[in-house]
Every structure is written in structure tokens, then in C-alpha cells.
């Protein structure tokens, strides 16, 4: 949730900023209770796309590609999803109040939540919008509202739309027409989700307030077989305040906010180890589509709270 990851930001903030220089490399993990995750066998190294501004007035929230040539990065504080280009250079930005998830859908728009930043949901209420990102100028028109406690977002190959709430249970389920599925919700009654990834039939989640930071699949035909793919902190005072996720050449890589790490799992063994660390506390992490000459193969984008937006270059 926006208001522990605050106090985790404030806890690490100083020794956060204290990672210098524009590489990042992979290290080994703090440890976890009594076992630590290892460094992961591949080499990774990060350098900065995007310079970020103060610390939490800055905040990034979630990126997502658009096929396009477009990076789009939900900036939380600052009440706008801003655009860049390929070479790092400032696009276009669209106002959109509190962003947080966002994807593009099988239709080519781009969803957003809206209303996650707690300081203002109150007054501007939250739910999903959506713009066409080739608009010249991108206008946000209002697809779901009457939401609260919204964060991460999936949207499947049918336009489905999947909306994690940090302190609440169940994951709501969207129709493309932006009806809501009731029964799936229901079924998927896992408490405190955040980051949200679809892989084929499964939709995997990341769990914010658990703190045994657990990752959970979720089959999209059965909701209520959830199961948990792994457990990532073993000792309560260590959770590691797992953020967003993604998929990433057969794997889920999931950002840990508290440690600044990128954590690797293997979605059918649970396996884990430390892709990278010393990142300033990163909030979610997608790879590169139709971006240029980047390459989703060996690449991925990390927003942080610092501001920033990092690449990783693996292997």
C-alpha cells in the first residue's frame, strides 16, 4: 500500500540515495531470516533512463509500453502519465489523477488506474481510464469509477481487466465493456495484492501486506484454486514490501520496494535468487515492447519513488 511503502521509503531513503554512480550491478540479498536469496547466475547491470526529481514528491508508480515507440510512466504525485521517446526524451504527458497501474489493452488503449495516491483519492474518488496513446494530444476519458484502493493492473488477450486492492480481498475482474465480473472477484479472495501479471492462462500476483512476501497464481478459469508460487521473506521484520511484476524470458521478476531489489522466481519450481540490487526503491518493472532498438530479450524498465527510471541489461 502508498502509505506503508511511504514509511518504508522514508526508513530507506538515506541509504538509498547513497548508491551512487549510473551502474548498479547485481549483489547478494540482505538476509531474509535465515536464509538469504543468492545473486542470480546472470550478470545484470543498471543504468539510469530517466533522472528522477526530489524523493517521493517524484514518485513513479508503473510504466508500461505501448508497442509504439512510447514509454508510458505513471507519475503519482505529480497527477499525470507522461510519455518518452526511445532516446529518454520527455513525449507528451496526459492529466490523470493519482495514476497507478497501467497497461495496454488488446484494443491498442491505454488503461490507467486512477485515484491510488491516498492524500487526494478522497476528494477525486478512483477507478480506470483509458486515452488512445497516437492521439496527438491524449485526452484520459473515465472507464470504470467508484473504486478505492486500487493499485496494479492486468488486462488478458480478451480485454479482461484485473485491479489488485492493497487492503482488501479479492482481485476485481473487468468485462472489456467495463462491467464488473462478480463471481471471478469473489473467487479470487486473496487479500492485499499489488503488482499483477498475466502469463497464458495464469494471472500471478505479488501480496503487499503479507509479510512473508508471498507471489500467488491465480488461474484465470478457476480463480478460487489460488495457490502461492513462493514465500520470499522468512522473517516478519525483513518483508520485503513486494511491488509490481513481470514476466521476463520464463520467468516473473518482481521489484521489492523495501530492499531495492529485483527478485527472479521461477513460476513452476519457486526458485528465487537477486537479479539486482541497489535500486531506490523500485515500484514496478515491465519489458521492453516495440521501443526503439531496446531489446525485451535482455532488457527491462524499473520505475522508482526516487523518480527515476532505470534500465536493467541482463546477461
Known sequence: MMRLRRAVFAASLVSALLVGGSQLPAAAAQASGAEALAPCAEKARAEVFHEGGVPLLDWQENLEFDGRGTLWVSHLTKNRVEGYAPDGTLKVSVPVSGPGGIRRGPDGMMYVDYGVNPLTSW?????????????????????????????????????????????????????????????????????????????????????????????????????????????????????????????????????????????????????????????????????PRGFGDHDGRRELFVSEASGRVVKVTVG
Do not use: M
Open 123 to 287: 476528494a477525486t474518488g478512483g477507478g480506470i481510464v483509458r486515452f488512445d496513446p497516437t492521439a496527438v494530444a491524449p485526452k484520459a476519458e473515465k472507464f470504470v469509477d467508484g473504486l478505492s484502493g486500487v493499485n496494479g493492473l492486468a488486462i488478458d488477450a480478451d480485454g479482461n481487466l484485473y485491479v489488485s486492492r492493497e487492503l482488501a480481498t479479492g482481485i476485481l475482474k473487468f468485462r472489456p465493456d467495463g462491467t464488473k465480473d462478480e463471481k471471478w472477484t469473489r473467487a479470487a479472495d486473496v487479500f492485499g495484492t499489488n503488482g499483477l501479471e498475466i502469463v497464458g492462462d495464469q494471472l500471478y500476483a505479488s501480496v503487499i501486506t503479507d509479510t512473508s512476501s508471498p507471489v500467488v497464481r491465480v488461474p484465470l478459469n478457476d480463480p478460487a484454486a489460488h495457490t502461492t508460487v513462493v514465500e520470499l521473506s522468512r522473517n516478519p521484520l525483513k518483508t520485503k514490501v513486494l511491488d509490481d511484476l513481470t514476466s521476463f524470458e520464463g520467468k516473473l521478476v518482481v521489484a521489492s520496494f523495501r530492499d531495492g531489489e529485483l527478485i527472479q522466481v521461477d513460476p513452476v519450481t519457486g526458485r528465487s535468487c537477486v537479479l539486482v540490487s541497489g535500486l531506490r526503491t523500485p515500484t514496478s518493472v515491465r519489458v
